[in-house]
Structures are given as structure tokens and as C-alpha cells.
């Protein structure tokens, strides 16, 4: 699904006005109603203290607040006053609003104005939305910090007050939300880390923009669901045999660190890769066997660490390396090994990605199209600090169409930056993955698809998407945090079957 920026949404709703059709004032009834529904279905309070700015956002607040008086809520409505006249379609709610005169409205024309907030009352932002050009100061920001003064939860509409959609606000006054209910589609605002004091949980309202105008654009940034997805998953065949799915070559784990190679063996089997052999370190043979039988092992000639490759690489048809390996100067010397010489698709992760930042000329040994998936410090150690989320997404794509590469960039939404400029944020995972081992098994997953013949990119995105959904159902089951990357592992399958 495309990920539209805030002027797309704009021409969105113009085409749908233009194409459906209808008024853009019955569009935003339609959007008002929406998100009414979801208030008097989700909350209970004594009244409702409904923040409104003069363009479509404060249009939209209006519209709220007669229909939450309709649904025999207590409302009030406050408006920030400013010299601008406001938008015709706030104009048009302010006086349905003005002459149904059940509603009281205020104008917030200074600090005094601004109305004592009691802590059962809820808060509706429909300050500013989706046109904020510039970051808030005044007497908007005032009403913002009085709004997050509050012990009040608030509510934001499209977007919390403040807040840019497609870079980042840091420094900006924003209005903190407990929930925010946004129209269509996902904002990037929502899917960066830095943006988690303000968004609270977002909830999407379905107001039924044309079908047909994401087609007609192009944009940089989509999104990894379900759909794309599937449309990447090839189900096996009746009659297939274990040389359908591959070889893959897992070379991870040191002394201590054996759990590495053992989660991504387990994942990469659990992903359906026909054989799985991992090399690992002689101390780490027997837990190998023993935890993940299905596995064959390459035992390195050394009892602690991987220190060189005495095999044909060209035996695999994947290739995964770095979780839990370390970054001597033998696995230093094993990674160059391997660059120089990997015909095969190549995952690199963990300590493969701390040697290549150790040592920056191994970048250029990259073959097209290897899959690195860092966490944001293994980011930053290979390609620089970035000022802000938005800065390390664009870093992300600079490299990745720079060293002809893909970047998993991994978090709560992994970003899987393409070597053809393209991104992909994924929206499946959870908090409960946060503990050690988790990307171990994202790395075996996306070595398996690999190994299976899937191409880097389906690789990336489906293994991205699969690793946090397995994620989600583990999480489902046993609760975030009890989950341990083995338990993501076993809904490996689960995964597959909602696809
Ligand atoms: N499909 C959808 O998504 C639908 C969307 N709809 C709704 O429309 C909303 C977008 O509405 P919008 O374009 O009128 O912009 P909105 O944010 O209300 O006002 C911005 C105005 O404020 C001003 N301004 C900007 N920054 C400022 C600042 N820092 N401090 C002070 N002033 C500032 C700026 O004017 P300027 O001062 O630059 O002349 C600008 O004109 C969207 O979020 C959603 O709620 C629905 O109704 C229908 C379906
Ligand atoms: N809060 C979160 N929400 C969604 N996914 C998460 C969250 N925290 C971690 N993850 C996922 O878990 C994995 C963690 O990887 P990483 O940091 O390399 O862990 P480790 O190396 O300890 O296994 C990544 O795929 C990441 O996207
Ligand atoms: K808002």
C-alpha cells in the first residue's frame, strides 16, 4: 500500500470530491462522522472540550462536536482566533453550529480565554492537521501546552496539533494524544520512533477516498500489509521435494553465544528452507544438534569462533552471516573471505555489520542486492548519526542506492530501504520482540526466502512482514513480556497460514 504524503492526501480528496461525487463539505461530515462513531463508541466522559483552528482540521472538529451534541454528549467548542477567515468549510460547520445554538462556543482570543480543564472531560484536537506548514508559536502553542497540562486524556484528529506528516517536528509544540484517529491512510508521521510521545494509538477511519486514485501516483514510501504480502508468498506445490527449497548456510555463534546460531537455524527452517546447515565454532556443534536436530552442522576447526570457510560456497543457495559470530580479526578475515568470493544471495547482520564498520572498504566489496539488517546503533556505526528519524530513513536510502543494497533498518516499523529508491515501512511487530534473539531469527528467516529462490527484495519484505506477524501471534498468546524470539519462532507457521 502507498504511503501518501500530506499533499497527495489533498489530491485525493479533491479527486474523490471531483470523481464520487460530492461536496467537500459532505467529505467532511463523512470524516466528522467517523470519528464520532469511534468516540461515543470508545469513551465515557462527563463532556467533551472540543479544540478547533479555523482551516479543514478546526472544520472538522465542528462538525464533531454537533454530532456528539446529536449523540446527547455535553460538548463545548473553543476556537483558536486568528486573523485568517478560515476555510469555507469550517465557515459553513461554524454556522450550522452558531445557528443550532445548543452548543457553547468560545474564542480563544489570549492566554485568559482558555478554559479551566476538568479530569473527566476529554479533549478533542482539531487545531491544525494535515496543513501545518510551520511549527506552532503563540497562542497556539500556549492552547497546545495548556491541552497537555491537562490531566485530560485528549483525542487528535488526522494528526496530533503540531505535528508535520512527512518530517520531523522535533523541537515543535505538539499536542500529546492518548489516541489519534486519522483519516484513510497511514501518515509517516506514525511510523517513526521519535513521534511515540504524540500519536498514542492510531486509529485509522476507513472515510472511503476514491479507489482509484493511488494508482495514479507514485510515491517513495509504502507500506509492508498483509496484501503485499501474500502477493509475494509462492505456496508450495503437491508434488515438490526438499531440493525445491534450497540450501541455506548459516555461519553464526561463538563461545556463549551458541543461542545465535540456534535461533537463526531454527527460524530459517521454520521458514521452509529445504536443507539448513550451520557453521559454527566445535563448542557449539553439540547444542547445535541437540537444540535444532533438523540443522546439519560445518563445525570450524577452532573450539570458540568461526575463523575461515573450507568449503565451496557455491554448495548454498543463501547465505546468512553475523549473528553472534564476534569481530576478531579472524572473522574479520572469514567476512572478507566470503565478500570476495559469494556468488549466492547474502544476508549480513549483527557482528558481520560491526566488522564492515570496523572496516568501511569491505562496503565496497558488496555484490549487488546483499540484504543488511541493522538495528538503529548497527546503522549508525556503519553509515553515520542521523539528526532525526526522517534524516536516518533518507540516510538509509542514500546507501541503499548508493552501494546497490537493501537496508532492513529495524524497529517497531522496520523500514527496508531498496536499491531503487523505494521504501517499505512494515506495520507488524511488537514491543515484545524487544529482547535478544529476535533478530537472530529475523536473520534466518530472511536467509531461508532467500535460499528458497524468493528475490532480495521479496525476501526483505516478506521476511520483514512474516518475522513481525509471527511476533504478534506469539505475543497474542503468551503476552509481550514473556515473549522470547523462540516463541516468535514456533509461530513461524501461524504466520504463513494467515497469509
Ligand atoms: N482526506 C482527508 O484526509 C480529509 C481531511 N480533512 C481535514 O482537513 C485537514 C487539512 O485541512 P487544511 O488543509 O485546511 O489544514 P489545517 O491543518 O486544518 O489548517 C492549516 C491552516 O492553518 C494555517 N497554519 C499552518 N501552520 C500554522 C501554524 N504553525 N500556526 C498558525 N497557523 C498555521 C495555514 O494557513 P496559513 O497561516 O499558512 O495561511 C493553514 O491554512 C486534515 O488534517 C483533516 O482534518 C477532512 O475535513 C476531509 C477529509
Ligand atoms: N517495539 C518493537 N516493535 C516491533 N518490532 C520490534 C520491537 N522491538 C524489536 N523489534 C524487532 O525485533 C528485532 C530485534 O533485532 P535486534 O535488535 O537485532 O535484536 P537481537 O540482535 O538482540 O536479536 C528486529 O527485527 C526488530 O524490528
Ligand atoms: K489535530
Known amino acids: 500500500m502507498k504511503l501518501l504524503n500530506a499533499e497527495q492526501i489533498r489530491q485525493w480528496d479533491a479527486f474523490t470530491i471531483k470523481n464520487e461525487p460530492l461536496s467537500s463539505l459532505e467529505l467532511m461530515e463523512r470524516a466528522a462522522n467517523a470519528c464520532a462513531r469511534w468516540i461515543v463508541q470508545n469513551t465515557l466522559a462527563e463532556s467533551y472540550y472540543i479544540f478547533c483552528g479555523k482551516g479543514n482540521n478546526g472544520g472538522d472538529g465542528l462538525a464533531i462536536a454537533r454530532l456528539l451534541y446529536n449523540a446527547n454528549k455535553k460538548v463545548a467548542v473553543y476556537i483558536l482566533e486568528s486573523d485568517a477567515k478560515g476555510s469555507d468549510d469550517y465557515i459553513s460547520n461554524f454556522n450550522i453550529l452558531h445557528h443550532l445554538s445548543a452548543i457553547p462556543i468560545f474564542m480563544i482570543r489570549g492566554e485568559r480565554d482558555l478554559p479551566e480543564l476538568p479530569f473527566n472531560c476529554i479533549i478533542i484536537d482539531a487545531l491544525f492537521g494535515t496543513g501545518l506548514n510551520r511549527p506552532l508559536t503563540g497562542l497556539a502553542a500556549k492552547m497546545v501546552d495548556h491541552i497537555n497540562n491537562s490531566i485530560a486524556p485528549a483525542i487528535a484528529i488526522d494528526i496530533p496539533s503540531g505535528l508535520f506528516g512527512d518530517h520531523s517536528s522535533a523541537h515543535n509544540t505538539i499536542v500529546k494524544a492518548r489516541h489519534t484517529l486519522s483519516f484513510q491512510v497511514l501518515k509517516t508521521a506514525f511510523l517513526v520512533a521519535e513521534n511515540e ?29 498483509k496484501s503485499l504480502a501474500s502477493r509475494e508468498y509462492r505456496p508450495r506445490n503437491a508434488f515438490a521435494h526438499k531440493g525445491n527449497f534450497g540450501h541455506a548456510l548459516l555461519i553464526a555463534g561463538s563461545w556463549g553465544k551458541a543461542g545465535a546460531a540456534v ?194 527484495k521479496e525476501a526483505a519484505l516478506l521476511g520483514v512482514f512474516l518475522h513481525g506477524l509471527a511476533g504478534d501471534l506469539a505475543a497474542a498468546s503468551g503476552g509481550m513480556e514473556a515473549l522470547l524470539a523462540s516463541d516468535l519462532i514456533d509461530h513461524i507457521g501461524n504466520a504463513f497460514k494467515q497469509l
Open 263 to 456: 535461533l537463526c537455524s531454527r527460524a530459517c527452517l521454520r521458514t521452509g528452507a529445504g536443507l539448513v546447515t550451520a557453521h559454527v565454532p566445535q563448542s557449539g556443534v553439540t547444542v547445535l544438534q541437540t537444540a535444532v536436530p533438523e540443522a546439519m552442522v560445518f563445525p570450524d576447526k577452532e573450539a570458540e569462533q568461526v575463523s575461515g570457510l573450507n568449503y565451496d560456497l557455491n554448495h548454498f543457495t543463501a547465505v546468512g552471516i553475523g549473528p553472534g559470530i564476534g569481530t576478531g580479526v579472524k572473522q574479520q578475515l572469514l567476512l572478507k573471505e566470503l565478500l570476495e568470493h559469494i556468488q549466492r544471495p547474502l544476508v549480513l547482520d549483527a557482528d558481520a555489520l560491526n566488522i564492515l564498520s570496523e572496516n568501511k572498504a569491505l562496503l565496497n566489496l558488496l555484490k549487488p542486492d546483499t540484504i543488511l539488517t541493522p538495528h538503529p546503533k548497527e546503522f549508525a556505526r556503519l553509515f553515520g548519526e542521523a539528526a532525526d528519524d526522517f534524516k536516518r530513513i533518507e540516510l538509509a536510502q542514500t546507501k541503499a542506492m548508493e552501494l546497490s543494497i537493501f537496508i532492513v533498518l529495524k524497529g517497531h516499523h522496520s523500514f527496508v530501504a531498496c536499491p531503487d529508491g523505494t521504501g517499505y515501512f512494515n506495520i507488524t511487530g511488537n514491543a515484545g520482540m524487544a529482547k535478544g534473539g529476535s533478530g537472530d531469527a529475523l536473520t534466518g528467516m530472511v536467509t531461508s526466502l532467500l535460499a528458497q529462490g524468493y528475490l532480495p
Open 197 to 225: 510521545p504524540w500519536i498514542g494509538h492510531v486509529h485509522i477511519m476507513d472515510i472511503n477516498l476514491h479507489p482509484a486514485f493511488p494508482d495514479e501516483v507514485s510515491t517513495p514510501f509504502s507500506i509492508i500489509n
